[in-house]
């Protein structure tokens, strides 16, 4: 076997496949932890060289300081007006980053402070274009989105989209574990060799490759104008749930659904949080509105009812409200009193006021 752990990194991460201290990062134990390069069929059979690391990386949880990493940065995200927010759960495996430079010849996209996946927004932004026109968005509104390239002009450098699509976080607690261990099995490496490519025969012998992919779900954040942010999130989440993102798509894995218990939950955060940001004449505005529907449905038109006695009680505590609240209020007031029958005239007066 060849040695590639260093000797001072031995005694911390030498041991046995269930060793891990608190605060340990699976992204240094997957970059810097093999311990050796398995040479002879008898070392592999023993469970040596990457299988065995493989194997034990994707026993390695979060680490504690990720969850509050975590609960800070939905915190940051909560703003309805900026972003748009949606949580996707993995069907099966998702490979990001394979492709990339790695000792073992496998890699996955870790977020470098806390060691657990992460989809790059590049690659997200690159989905969500390509199934933007492969379904026939408006050219003008996938500029808008995601940017207009150079038209060949020299002066001209194009421009760039209105919209962020930020790295996507691993939800805690949606997995065991963020990680899993796969094996994807080459059955003719010689077909696929660069050089001298030999025809592929029923005599070939497979050749399994253990690779780390992720597992559990994922945040995904859109950042722009509010009403921009939500198309570019309706566009993302198409293009996951059908192509999906990441590597080996065509095999089955990248492709990602909604996770609708923690969509709902996010949704009545946000809601919340937006509640308790609006002024009381916002919400007294709100709760006439709502009078005024369930009117509406009761096909309730009396001037005696619960509506007149809202309508009654609203323009009355009005009178002390800053302009700008009036204004938005007159028209709901008239839309009730046109509504309700009789007594329009009693009730004219009390709008008139709120106009002054």
Known sequence: MIITLRNGLAPAWGGSATE?????????????????????????????GLGA????VARQPAPAIYTPAYARWLAHTAD?????????????????????AHVAETNLTLARPYGVPSIPGSSLKGVARTCAAASGLDPKAQEVLFGREPDGDEDDGGEAGYLVFHDAWWVPESATTPFAAEIVTVHHQGYYGSEGAELATDFDSPVPCPQLAARGSFLFV???????????????????ETAGVGGKGAAGYGRVIEDTGRTEQLREVAR?????????????????????????????????????????????????????????????????????????????????TLRG
């Open 272 to 352: 919340l949080e937006a509640d308790a940001k609006k002024s009381a004449e916002e919400r007294r505005i709100e709760a006439l509105r709502r009078e005024l529907e369930a009117a509406r449905e009761r096909n309730d038109r009396k001037p005696g009812g619960a509506l007149g006695a809202a309508f009654n009680a609203t323009a009355e505590e009005a009178k002390a409200w800053p302009v700008e609240w009036r204004e938005q209020l007159i028209p709901l007031l008239e839309a009730i009193n046109k509504y309700m029958e009789g007594d329009m005239k009693k009730r004219r007066p009390k709008i008139e």
């Open 53 to 56: 690391f493989v194997d034990r």
């Open 20 to 48: 891990r201290r608190d605060g340990d990062n699976p992204a240094l134990l997957f970059e810097r932890g093999l311990p050796g390069w398995a040479q002879t069929d008898a070392e592999r059979r023993n469970g040596d």
């Open 222 to 240: 859109v950042e722009g104008a509010a009403q921009w942010a939500e198309l570019g999130l309706r566009v993302l989440r198409h293009a996951l």
């Open 80 to 100: 309805a007006m900026r972003f748009a927010r949606w949580i996707g759960r993995v069907d099966g495996r998702l490979f990001a980053g394979l492709g990339g």
